[in-house]
Structure formats: structure tokens, C-alpha cells
């Protein structure tokens, strides 16, 4: 025993699986996975990043040989050429239905390597080992697997779910005070879905946390992957209206990306900060939410140096083109698209009938 470890668990009937979070658990990847590495063969995929910092440790404690595909780090990797390219090697390595895909690394690898295994041989296993705040607390969990298309943001993808994620909290000491704060986006997020409570621990805490605070880091990832398993638990595949929640501030936040050519210009992260934002004051707008609750949230965000208005950005005076990237959105439905609104901290929406008039020139005149 090397570390202390508290388990989560994904409830999904046959495919239910735990989620490890603890610090220094990367020492334990043998011990913990072994049962799930079924036949022995195991390939890791990461990027050139993340491979200088872990790839050894964590190959280390399998207590077993394991091969190794790397990619380059960026959003540019979730991508059809480096799919096909994935998959080739994969293929190459000779993994086989029962052998087990190792994603370590943030969101882009978990994602494109989920949608590899999704793929491959109609179908292999996988688990997630996620050494970003934002892997750790939302995409390593949960199945949905994607990769970008010109059109957009995470348009070609699957639902397939890991055998088990890992989450070792001690790898995010090496993170970019950049890359946490944009992570933390998708914490903050659980609170203003449904956890008013929780958004106040945030408000209370946020600032240690992303200061490096052990405790808070820790505290947030175990609340947030309790509030990921049970959403994932009641709604796998986003058809009965509670998964769909947690894209609270994705739509405004994919164009905001689309707009920025899903470069370092705007992380996710930071795309899905200032969205969650825009989804308060359009909320207001149209008269469903307290102005003092999206002031809150953007005193909150403020504070933290996120960017809070689309100026900050260089993406003001741009409605109708992120109405066009809106468009492709996933959750367009019969030609309208639904929007997550919320009549306050925690209580986030699916609202049917906004009029994308009244969008676009809420985002013509934001500044
Ligand atoms: P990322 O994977 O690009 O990682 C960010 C950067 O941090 C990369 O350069 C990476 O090399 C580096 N890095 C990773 N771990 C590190 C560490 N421990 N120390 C130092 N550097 C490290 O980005 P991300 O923010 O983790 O993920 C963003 C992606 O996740 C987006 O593509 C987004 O669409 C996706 N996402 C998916 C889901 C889902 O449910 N599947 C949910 C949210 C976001
Ligand atoms: N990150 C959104 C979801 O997993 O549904």
C-alpha cells in the first residue's frame, strides 16, 4: 500500500466499473488494473507530453510488459488522420477484442483513444487513466468518445465505456496553472447544475485548489466524479434528459472554440467558463434567472482570472457566425436547437423554445 484510495463506482449493469481516485495510485496501476489487463496484453496510447512525464512510472507498476503508442499533445490530435493512424498501429501491435487500450493522459487522449477502441475490431476494452483536472473530473468518465470534423466540435464519435479509470490527483502537480483553471471550468459546472452547496464549497475553495491545496484538489475530484457516475448511472446514453445537463455551457462554449479554430487561443476549459456564463445571462435575458445569481457566477469566475466577457476573448460582434457553429450542434432536434438554461445556481434546464434570434443578438451586443 502506497497511497490512500477512494472508490467511485459507475453503475451500468454489466458495463459498471469503478473510478480509483487517490494520490499516487499510478504506483498501484498493476495492482489496481490487473484484473482487468484480462489476457496480459496491454498497449499504452499518451501523448508526447504526458509520455516524458508518466509513461515510465506507470509502465513500471504494471508488473507486466506493455507496449506504447504516442501522439502528439493538442487538440489537433482528435482528428480523423490521427484516428486512422491510431488505429493502424494499434492493429500493427496485434490487439485483439480482449486486450486492454490504456489511455493516459488529458481529454484529447482519453477521447481518441475511447473512440479507437470503440472502433477496433467492432469493439475493445479500454481504461482511462486521466492526468488533467478536466480528465479527472468529467471526459475520462462516462463513455463518449469522439474526435472533431470540420464541421465541429466532437461530431464523429461513440458511447463505450472504460473497464475502470484511474485517477492519480498527484499527476496534476505538473499541470500548467493554465490547463487547471480550465479544468476547474467543468468542476464549477457540477455545482451549477443541481449543487448550490457545492457551488458555495467552490466559491469557498476554488482558490487553493488551482493554488495546489491537496485537500481541495482532491475533495473537488471525488465530489464531481460522485456527480459524474450518478448522472452517467441514470441516463448512459443521453435519451431520458438528465445527461444532457452536463453540457451546461458547451453550446455557446464548442462555437466559441469552432471560432478560435480549436486552438491554444481558447482552451476548452476556458470555452466552457465564459459559456457557462453567456447560459446565465442569456437566462436573464429572457427573464428565467435571478441578474444576482449570474452576477455571482461571474464574480466567481473573475476572481479566478477566467476571461468573462467575449471582448477578452476576440470573439465579440460574432452572433451569426456562432449561430452558424451552433447548428451543428449534437442536440439540434428537427431544425431547433434546445438550450441549457438555468433559473438559477443549481438549477440548470433544458429549455426547447429559445428563439436563436434572440441569441444571436444577445452575442452581437455582448461585449
Ligand atoms: P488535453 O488532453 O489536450 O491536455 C491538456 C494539455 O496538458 C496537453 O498539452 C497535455 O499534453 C498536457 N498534460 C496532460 N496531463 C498533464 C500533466 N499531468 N502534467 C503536465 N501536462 C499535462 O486537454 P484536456 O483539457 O484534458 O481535455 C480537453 C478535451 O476533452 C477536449 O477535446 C474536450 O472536448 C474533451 N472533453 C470530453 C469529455 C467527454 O465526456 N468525453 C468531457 C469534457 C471534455
Ligand atoms: N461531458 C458531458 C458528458 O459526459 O455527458
Known amino acids: 500500500m502506497t497511497s490512500d484510495l477512494t472508490t467511485v463506482s459507475v453503475d451500468l449493469g454489466t458495463r459498471s466499473y469503478p473510478i480509483w481516485i487517490g494520490s499516487g495510485l499510478l504506483a498501484r496501476s498493476g495492482e489496481l488494473l490487473g484484473d482487468r489487463l484480462v489476457r496480459g496484453r496491454t498497449v499504452v496510447v499518451t501523448d508526447e507530453t504526458v509520455a516524458s512525464l508518466y509513461l515510465e512510472h506507470l509502465q513500471g507498476s504494471l508488473g507486466m510488459p506493455s507496449e506504447t503508442i504516442i501522439l502528439p499533445a493538442g487538440e489537433a490530435t482528435k482528428s480523423f488522420a490521427h484516428l486512422e493512424w491510431l488505429c493502424e498501429q494499434l492493429l500493427e501491435a496485434g490487439v485483439e477484442r480482449k486486450d486492454c487500450i490504456l489511455a493516459l493522459g488529458g481529454g484529447v487522449i482519453g477521447d481518441l483513444t475511447g473512440f479507437a477502441a470503440s472502433i477496433l475490431r467492432r469493439g475493445c476494452g479500454f481504461a482511462q487513466v486521466p492526468t488533467t483536472l478536466l480528465a479527472q473530473v468529467d471526459s475520462s468518465i462516462g463513455g463518449k468518445t469522439a474526435i472533431n470534423a470540420t464541421a465541429g466540435k466532437n461530431l464523429i464519435g461513440a458511447f463505450h465505456q472504460p473497464v475502470a479509470v484511474l485517477i492519480d490527483t498527484e499527476t496534476l502537480d505538473t499541470l ?14 457540477y455545482g451549477l447544475i443541481d449543487d448550490p452547496a457545492f457551488f458555495g464549497w467552490c466559491e469557498t475553495h476554488a482558490q ?72 446565465f445571462d442569456v437566462s436573464v435575458l429572457l427573464g428565467l434567472c435571478p441578474q444576482a445569481d449570474a452576477q455571482r457566477l461571474r464574480i466567481h469566475l473573475k476572481s479566478l482570472g477566467f476571461a468573462t466577457t467575449l471582448s477578452e476573448c476576440g470573439m465579440a460582434h460574432r ?26 445556481i443549481g438549477q440548470t434546464f433544458l429549455a426547447t423554445d429559445v428563439d436563436l434570434n434572440i441569441v444571436r443578438d444577445f452575442l452581437d451586443q455582448a461585449t
Open 319 to 344: 452572433g451569426a457566425r456562432m449561430i452558424a457553429h451552433m447548428a451543428q450542434d449534437k442536440k439540434m432536434d428537427g431544425g431547433r436547437l434546445p438550450f441549457l438554461l438555468a433559473r438559477g
Open 176 to 189: 500548467s496553472d493554465r490547463e487547471l483553471r480550465a479544468g476547474y471550468a467543468e468542476v464549477v459546472k
Open 208 to 279: 487553493a485548489l488551482l493554488a495546489g491545496d491537496s485537500e481541495a484538489r482532491s475533495q473537488a475530484i471525488e465530489i464531481s466524479c460522485l456527480a459524474k457516475a450518478r448522472i452517467v448511472g441514470l441516463d448512459e446514453r443521453e435519451t431520458s434528459g438528465t445527461r444532457v445537463l452536463l453540457n451546461l455551457g458547451h453550446t455557446f462554449g464548442h462555437a466559441l472554440e469552432a471560432e478560435a479554430g480549436f486552438s491554444d487561443q481558447l482552451l476548452h476549459g476556458e470555452a466552457v467558463a465564459l459559456g457557462l456564463l453567456l447560459a
